[in-house]
């Protein structure tokens, strides 16, 4: 295996670390695409509420329950539309 002269090796690193930053970028990109949801505790707080009143009202807001059964999961609130009702 050869060596690689100092201008070679400077190249090399900028290179892949060009392909990180763009990889990474494209990941970003494609994670701010995603509707955001949040725990019963987080959309509490944002809207400034208790958690129990964020379970009453949740067919109120756009939500999804992370789990099995219907008594048991994890409530989760899309933020957005947290957001909007506080307009």
């Known amino acids: 295996m050869a060596e690689l002269s100092r201008y070679e090796y400077k190249k090399l690193v900028n290179d892949v670390a060009d392909a990180v930053v763009a990889k990474l970028a494209k990941l970003h990109e494609l994670a701010n695409d995603r509707p955001r949801y949040v725990t019963a505790k987080e959309a509490a707080a944002i809207l400034s509420r208790s958690i129990d009143w964020m379970c009453r009202h949740k ?29």
């Open 59 to 87: 067919d109120e807001f756009p939500h999804k329950k992370l789990g099995y059964g219907d008594s048991q999961g994890r409530l989760m609130f899309l933020e957005d539309a947290l957001y909007k009702y506080l307009q």
